[in-house]
Every structure is written in structure tokens, then in C-alpha cells.
């Protein structure tokens, strides 16, 4: 079990894609035929690399440029890539249904302008403080923290521990 | 006031003060909708996460329409699951075959002006065309607003596009949609609302403003918002299964301030429009671009699957013969429509000229089924999304266009302009 400190903490080497990187490359239509996060995982990033999943790491972390996850409301494609062990998504910045899905499922996401990485480069993300280092580089970055509705969400563990959470409250 | 947030203003429980862009709110929805796709997901969180009871069930609209009929086992399973619990739960539940669920919904009256729709299918934004604020989601989201009848808006920086002049020959909608993605590209809308009016608005069709409504999704837009008129008011006399109450007569944004950004569309000037393989935003003029021969069109989806669009085909490819390498598939999108193109002759023009017609289905779309290509093949499709892989093989490739340059490109063998075929 991760302490509450280290929940916050995620390490990991970089996988580093493109720009535009769509839901069709995350997760391609002819393995949408299950909910299954297991059987997704095998399938994140099938579009572009049938054996992602193979390669990675818990903790883990993808760098793409900008409007990672545009196209389809497919929310395999973030469940997929938090089922694959991926720590974290870095990105210039996201498709807003690929957001929002990510912030309901728990998958960190995190957008910063000018991250520079390699793939293979060891990150270290911390979440609370809204530091990313890149160890391998050298190089450190900050972002900042979400607003105040999504820390709820995310806090919670998602959307629907949220709601569960605030109808104990009322009752 | 911008149109999305004058119908915010107007529902219960939400703040006024709260309207401006960056600021979180949460809604009740009018109509959650998800798809044989989005709903296995919605529904595994939904039983893990509530008392099972959904809060205002005649509100939600399940489709099976992306996988079916059936392709498999799998996809069969998947529609058994949404089956059953539409059933257990009395929702309203459209089995294979009863068509493609933008092209339903408002074909079925199930969305009116002013409405707002949530649904887990990026072209939920479709329903703008109406009127509706209408913006696509998560299978959490809706699972969620199975739970409480709500959903959580960011309230985006609106962005007023004034569309103004003629229309040339050949060109609608899609062509407008296609144009506008080519200037800003996939993501020049992230984040926005998009608000239309103008002239040219006005003289649209239903059909091309559908058309324009569901491609917003594809620079990034959370939604595509349209002036409602005497023709969205028309189409929903005719139609709505529920009451509703327009905005005021005269209501409009064009000479609204309150706007974070303008753009003027001189639509006079746009071409027919063929979006190269990769992005919808790889669109240019079809008189422009070089002979991409091809070896798949198909007619129909979300986009382009109304009635407008299939006359408009075979309008061009009456007494003619798809090019004889080349797969013809015309996919009527709801069973009226199919129906109706049997009625009126459509179906025969499309059969004589060699086409497979498919049931109605989101079939080859999205890659699923009825038309996938193999590794260097090329389609052109009147779709959405060229996206790689789209359709089939990675190696494979899909241009975008018009319904009439998709046909007379099915009878030359090759991408071309409607005007230039024998
Ligand atoms: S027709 Fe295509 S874009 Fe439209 S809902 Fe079906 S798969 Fe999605």
C-alpha cells in the first residue's frame, strides 16, 4: 500500500509521442468489443505500437505534444493506458473529452508548454507540489495545480467516488 | 448573451453569476445518450458505484449502432449487456439496425431547441444544429448522469462565426465544416464553444447545418451551437416527442459583443472540399489536388446520412456505373431513411450503379465492419475522421468529402469534382 506522501509521487521513463495523437492510435475501433481493462491494456497505443504495452513499466510516464486523445469520446483510451501500469500522461496539451475522461477515471494528466524529454529519460512527477524533473537532463518544470473542482474529483479517486462521497454527506 | 450560455442561464440550480469562461458548473441534462461502444463502460460503472436506480430514466437514449448488426461475438455480447439493462432499468433502447444515433435522435424528436445533451459519442455536438447545447462526454460522465441527472460543464471562451455569402455549385455543408478545420486546424477550437449565425446560415438546410454542427468536434470544439430559425422550428413541430419552448422570436448573436472571438466565413469562396488522408484539417479545394485513385467510397454516417445527402448522391450518379474496381457502399442511416430511399427510387439508382447497400449501421466509420480496407488501400468516404488507421489497415488511407463528390468519384475511379465526370 503507497503512503498518502508517495500517492502523489509517480517515477518513471518516458515514452514520447507525437502531436495529435488520436483515440484511433491510442486505442484502435477493432478492440473497443470489451470494457475489460486487462484485456485494454494489452491494446494501449496498438495504433501506433501493437507492443506498448509490453514495454512499460508501472510508473511509467507518456510525453506527447499538443491535443493528445483528440477524436473519438472513447474512454478505453484513457482506461487503457492506466491499465497498461502508465504513471502519468505529459502533454503540451489535450483534447478536452480526453481530459475530462481521464480526470473521471484517475489518470493523471498533466500539461506543461515546454517539456522537453527523450524516450527512455527517467521523470519524476510530483503532483501535490506541481514539479516535474526530467533526472535524465537535468531540466525542472513546474505546473500548476488543478482548480479546485477537479481536486475534489481527483481526490476522491474519480467522478463517481465523488458523487458517492457527496450523497453520504447529504444523507 | 452567447447562445450556450442563455440556455445554461435557463435551467434550474445553475448560478448566472457563474457563466463565464474557466468557471465550473453542473447542469442537469435533457438527454444522455450512449452508444454499444460507450455504454459496456458506463454500466460497469454505474453498478459498481450506485443504488442501481437511475435517476430520471426517460432521459436516456441507448444506441446500438457502431458494431451491429452484430460483427461478432464480442461486439454481440457487448449489445446483450446494454440489452438487458435497458430493459431492467425501462430506457429507451435502440436495437441493431434502427440506425446511427445522431441521425436518429432528432429524426425520432427526442431532441428539441434549447435542450441540453450530454452523450458519450464526440458527435453528440450534432443536436447544436438545433439549437441544443450539446456536447460529447465520457461513459463515466454519463454514468454519472444516470446517478443524478447532471453533468459537470467548464464554461469555454464562446467564439462567434458569422457565415456569409452564395453557396457554389456542389458545395454544403461538409464543405464549409472541412474549410473552417482546414483554416484553424484540429485544434483551433480546443476548449471553445462555437456559436454560428449569419446570412448563409439562414439559406442552409437542416441537413448541411447537421453536417457542419457534428465536425466541430473535430477542431476541438466542445460544442457547435446554430441560431435557431423557422426551419429548426419546422423540423420540430414535426417531430418533438416533447414539449419545448424556443428562444424569443428574433433572438440572435450577430450583432452580439459578448464574444472572446469573431471569424467571418465568405462561404461564396469555398470550393468543393476534399480533406487528404491524416486529419480532417488536410482540406483544399478538389479542384486542386492531384488524381488520388481510389479503391473504396462510402455514402452515409453521422455526417453526411440524411436525406439531403443520399438525393444529392444519386443526383449525380443516376444512370451511371460505379468505376468497376472500385467498392461502392451506400449505408442509409436510420431504417426510415432506408426505407424511404426503397420508396422514392434512391435505392435503385444507387443498386444499378453497383452499390453494396448496408444496413444501417456506423459500420466501416470507425473501422468496425461493412468495408474495412487492407494495408495500401484507399477509400473516400463522406465520414468524419481520415484519422490513420481509421477505417481499417494502418497502411491504409481515407479522404473526406461531400456526398457529390463522393459519387462522382465512385464513377471515375478517382477523386474528382462533381461538374467534370461524363
Ligand atoms: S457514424 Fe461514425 S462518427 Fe458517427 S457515431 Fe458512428 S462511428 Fe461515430
Known amino acids: 500500500m503507497k503512503s498518502e506522501k508517495d500517492k502523489f509521487i509517480i517515477k518513471g521513463r518516458a515514452f514520447k509521442f507525437g502531436e495529435n495523437v488520436d483515440t484511433d492510435q491510442i486505442i484502435p475501433a477493432r478492440y473497443l468489443d470489451t470494457s475489460d ?60 473529452i ?14 506543461v508548454k515546454d517539456f522537453k524529454a527523450q524516450s527512455g529519460d527517467e521523470l519524476e512527477l510530483d503532483l501535490k507540489k506541481g514539479k516535474l524533473k526530467n533526472k535524465s537532463s537535468g531540466e525542472k518544470y513546474s505546473f500548476p495545480s488543478f482548480p479546485g473542482f477537479l481536486q475534489n474529483i481527483i481526490q476522491a479517486g474519480g467522478l463517481m467516488e465523488r458523487i458517492r462521497e457527496e450523497s453520504k454527506k447529504g444523507e | 448573451m452567447s447562445l450556450a ?170 464543405d464549409i465544416i472541412l474549410y473552417l478545420i482546414g483554416q484553424i486546424g484540429v485544434d483551433g477550437a480546443l476548449y471553445k464553444g462555437l456559436e454560428f449565425t449569419g446570412q448563409a446560415l439562414k439559406e442552409l438546410s437542416l441537413e448541411s447545418r447537421f453536417t457542419i454542427a457534428n465536425m466541430t468536434v473535430e477542431c476541438g470544439a466542445k460544442y457547435g451551437i446554430m441560431e435557431v430559425d423557422d426551419k429548426v422550428i ?19 448573436i450577430e450583432t452580439d459583443k459578448d464574444f472572446d472571438d469573431l471569424m467571418e466565413i465568405d462561404c461564396s469562396q469555398i470550393a468543393p472540399q476534399v480533406a487528404l488522408h491524416g486529419s480532417p484539417a ?26 439531403e445527402d443520399y438525393v444529392k448522391a444519386a443526383a449525380i450518379i443516376r444512370g451511371k ?33 453497383g452499390a453494396v447497400m448496408s444496413p444501417p449501421t456506423c459500420g466501416p466509420c470507425l473501422g468496425g465492419h461493412m468495408g474495412i480496407l487492407a494495408s495500401g488501400e484507399r477509400a473516400l468516404a463522406t465520414t468524419n475522421r481520415n484519422f490513420t488507421g481509421r477505417m481499417g489497415h494502418k497502411d491504409s488511407e481515407v479522404y473526406l468529402s461531400n456526398p457529390e463528390v463522393a459519387a462522382a468519384s465512385a464513377v471515375a475511379g478517382y477523386i474528382i469534382a462533381p461538374g467534370k465526370i461524363k
Open chain 1, 37 to 96: 481493462p486487462d484485456v485494454l491494456a494489452c491494446h494501449a497505443m496498438a495504433g501506433i505500437d501493437e507492443d506498448f504495452s509490453k514495454k512499460i513499466n508501472p510508473g511509467d510516464i507518456i510525453v506527447a505534444g499538443r491535443n493528445f486523445g483528440c477524436g473519438s469520446s472513447r474512454e478505453h483510451a484513457p482506461l487503457s493506458i492506466k491499465a497498461a501500469g502508465i504513471g502519468a500522461v505529459v502533454a503540451q496539451s489535450f483534447a478536452r
Open chain 1, 98 to 111: 480526453f481530459f475530462r475522461n481521464a480526470i473521471n477515471i484517475g489518470l493523471p494528466i498533466i500539461e
Open chain 2, 5 to 174: 450560455r442563455n440556455i445554461l442561464s435557463g435551467k434550474p440550480d445553475v448560478d448566472a453569476k457563474k457563466l463565464t469562461a474557466g468557471q465550473f458548473i453542473e447542469a442537469d441534462a435533457d438527454v444522455i445518450l450512449s452508444n454499444d461502444i460507450t455504454t459496456p463502460l458506463a454500466i460497469d460503472a454505474f453498478e459498481k458505484h450506485s443504488e442501481g436506480r437511475i435517476a430520471y430514466p426517460e432521459r436516456v437514449v441507448l444506441v446500438a449502432d457502431h458494431f451491429t448488426p452484430n460483427k461478432d461475438i464480442n461486439s454481440a455480447e457487448q449489445v446483450k449487456k446494454v440489452r438487458n439493462f435497458a430493459h431492467r432499468h425501462g430506457v429507451k433502447f435502440f436495437d441493431a439496425g434502427c440506425g446511427i444515433e445522431h441521425v436518429l435522435l432528432t429524426e425520432q424528436g427526442l431532441v428539441v431547441p434549447q435542450d441540453i445533451v450530454v452523450g458519450a459519442d464526440s458527435h453528440t455536438v450534432t443536436y447544436g444544429a438545433m439549437g441544443a447545447l450539446a456536447s460529447g462526454m465520457g461513459s463515466t460522465d454519463v454514468a454519472a448522469a444516470w446517478m443524478t441527472g447532471k453533468a459537470w460543464f467548464k464554461i469555454p471562451e464562446a467564439v462567434k462565426i458569422v457565415l456569409n455569402g452564395k453557396l457554389g455549385e456542389y458545395v454544403s455543408g461538409k
Open chain 2, 234 to 252: 419546422d423540423y420540430t413541430e414535426k417531430r418533438a416527442q416533447r414539449p419545448y419552448s424556443p428562444p424569443p422570436a428574433g433572438y440572435s
Open chain 2, 282 to 307: 488536410n482540406s483544399r479545394s478538389v479542384n486542386e489536388i492531384e488524381k488520388i485513385k481510389i479503391d473504396q467510397v462510402v455514402i452515409g454516417s453521422c455526417t453526411n446520412g440524411r436525406w
Open chain 2, 321 to 353: 456505373k460505379a468505376f468497376s474496381s472500385l467498392r461502392f457502399i451506400v449505408i442509409p442511416s436510420t431504417a426510415a431513411l432506408y426505407s424511404r430511399m426503397v420508396k422514392e427510387g434512391l435505392a435503385e439508382v444507387f443498386l444499378a450503379a
